[in-house]
């Protein structure tokens, strides 16, 4: 398997934040996302080409990775604060 670069922009959220946790789902048909939350509910994400290459990153930064949201604590998470109903909160584009 070719190695997959590992976007900074998840190694600077990793830096920064504690107790991340990843998520990998599919977003279309040859699309994959790569979800990092942390023990706050902050999230970033990376769209990659297959689901092994969101493996192979959660793996290299040594995270631990699920392949839904079953069980329900990182949903919880990315719940906790809701950016678009708070008039100061954060707004992202997805």
């Not at 600077?12 to 107790?19: K, L, Q, T, Y």
């Not at 946790?21 to 509910?41: C, F, K, M, P, S």
């Amino acid at each position: 398997m070719t190695p997959v670069r590992i976007p900074g922009e998840l190694r600077g959220f990793i830096a920064e934040h504690r107790d991340v946790q990843a998520v990998i789902q599919r977003i279309g048909q040859d699309t994959w996302d790569l979800l990092l939350i942390d023990g706050e509910g902050e999230w970033t994400r990376a769209v990659l080409d297959s689901k092994e290459a969101a493996e192979s990153i959660a793996r290299e930064l040594d995270l631990p990775a699920q392949d839904s949201w079953d069980g329900g604590d990182l949903a919880r998470r990315m719940n906790r604060h809701d950016d678009w109903a708070d008039p100061h909160g954060r707004r992202r584009a997805i």
